[in-house]
């Protein structure tokens, strides 16, 4: 259930309570969706109180009939907005989960270089991984590391998939 309002400050605003740090007992700011900009912003949970956030219908009592209207406008677009908004999020957490994945295969990739370096193997470059060569899962001989060709490169030596500890074929006796 969301919480409409309307701020001095802000105008109209609405505080979506499926958003985890919005939920009754979580603790720290709440985030509120500003309709006039369509931005997101902090607020302490202890500055949410009249009068610089009224209840939506206390803050109508009274008021001329355009002001109900925009009201009423925003609501009823509000659900395919939010749905856009949850969409962007995920986006951007999506984002995030593959940045975070680029920088281990990266650090994997490094890793290898020095043991093939160690090994005497000169470095040939990796494949990199796709989802349309039929999937490999292992686990890696030296760590133990659970491994799959879909996440992890492969060695253009001798074609096993590289670990997060640089761990490949050319390694294993």
């Avoid at 803050?59 to 355009?66: D, F, S, V």
Wanted: aromatic content about 10%; glycine content about 8%.
């Amino acid at each position: 259930m969301d919480w409409w309002g309307h701020s001095e400050k802000h105008g109209w605003v609405v505080l979506d309570r499926n958003i985890p740090c919005n939920q009754s007992g979580s603790r720290g700011d709440l985030l509120f969706f500003r309709f006039r900009d369509s931005t997101t912003f902090p607020v302490a949970r202890s500055d949410w109180h009249e009068p610089q956030y009224m209840y939506a219908p206390n803050y109508l009592r009274g008021k001329p009939r355009e002001v109900v209207e925009e009201f009423e406008s925003l609501q009823s677009g509000w659900p395919e907005l939010k749905v856009e908004m949850q969409h962007q999020r995920q986006d951007a957490e999506n984002e995030k989960r593959m940045a975070a994945l680029e920088k281990l295969r990266d650090q994997a990739i490094a890793k290898h270089r020095l043991l093939l370096g160690r090994l005497g193997i000169p470095y040939q470059g990796v494949l990199e991984p796709s989802p349309k060569k039929s999937l490999r899962v292992t686990l890696c001989y030296s760590c133990g590391h659970a491994l799959n060709n879909a996440t992890n490169s492969e060695c253009a030596v001798c074609g096993w998939i590289v670990c997060v500890c640089g761990a490949c074929g050319c390694g294993y006796s």
